[in-house]
């Protein structure tokens, strides 16, 4: 005998679909990058970096934790790629949220030329078809001029909840500090976390700490 409406079979597949996609939106939410598309935006200027002085304290996951503000940062750039980190360390739990950024020439060609941007285990990569199509943009050391990877730490909920709506294709404002951290626990444990100082380094400790105080999506 047929019956009338979706047949068992019917309901398994569509609840399979479901839960991907829902699965699928956690990750992009969550656990990996925010959704956004490509684009290019020309006239970045390069982020503007003064001294400063001043430190915060604050207590993360056991730690007593000392940010100190080593420079006044104001930049106004592309954002590229990024991504969520939702783990129990002391590092996710200072900052959720790396953003990849872009100025000036590479911002400029974003969309001509496919840099391949990616994200994971908080550093910032990416890889051009040929050497011969960054030249526009200065070669290697030009791409490594004018991107870098950003560790975002929120000065307070309010731009904790304006960092969470930031996904790749935005031009954002963002003004604070470039931080260096300090942190020990009863028991003995220490961390560090120290920002680089200069849009010229690569590799390992070439990141920005950024203690952001305020969030422009434009």
Not at 17 to 27: D, K, Q, V
Not at 49 to 75: K, M, P
Not at 115 to 125: D, E, M, P
Not at 179 to 191: E, L
Request: glycine share 10%; net charge negative; with cysteine.
């Amino acid at each position: 005998m047929e019956s009338s409406g979706l047949s068992k079979k019917t309901i398994i597949i569509l609840i399979i679909i479901l839960a991907i996609a829902a699965s699928g939106f956690i990750w992009s939410i969550y656990g990996g990058t925010n959704q956004g598309h490509r684009r290019a935006i020309t006239g970045l200027k390069d982020p503007i970096q003064t001294e400063a002085t001043g430190s915060e304290q604050r207590s993360v996951n056991g730690y007593d934790v000392t940010i100190h503000y080593l420079y006044n940062y104001d930049i106004d750039a592309l954002v590229v790629s990024t991504h969520n980190y939702s783990g129990t360390g002391i590092d996710d739990k200072l900052s959720s949220k790396d953003v990849a950024l872009a100025w000036g020439p590479v911002a400029e060609y974003n969309e001509l030329i496919d840099f391949h941007w990616s994200q994971s285990g908080r550093w910032y990569r990416w890889q051009a078809n040929s050497y011969k199509e960054i030249e526009k943009v200065g070669g290697i050391e030009g791409v490594t001029q004018h991107s870098s990877n950003n560790h975002l730490i929120a000065a307070d909920n309010s731009v904790k909840r304006q960092i969470r709506k930031i996904k790749t294709g935005d031009e954002v404002h963002l003004t604070g500090y470039l931080v260096n951290i300090d942190g020990s626990r009863s028991d003995g444990a220490t961390f560090w976390w120290y920002t680089s100082t200069t849009r010229s380094d690569s590799g390992d400790g070439s990141c920005e700490v950024f203690y952001v105080t305020n969030v422009e999506i434009k």
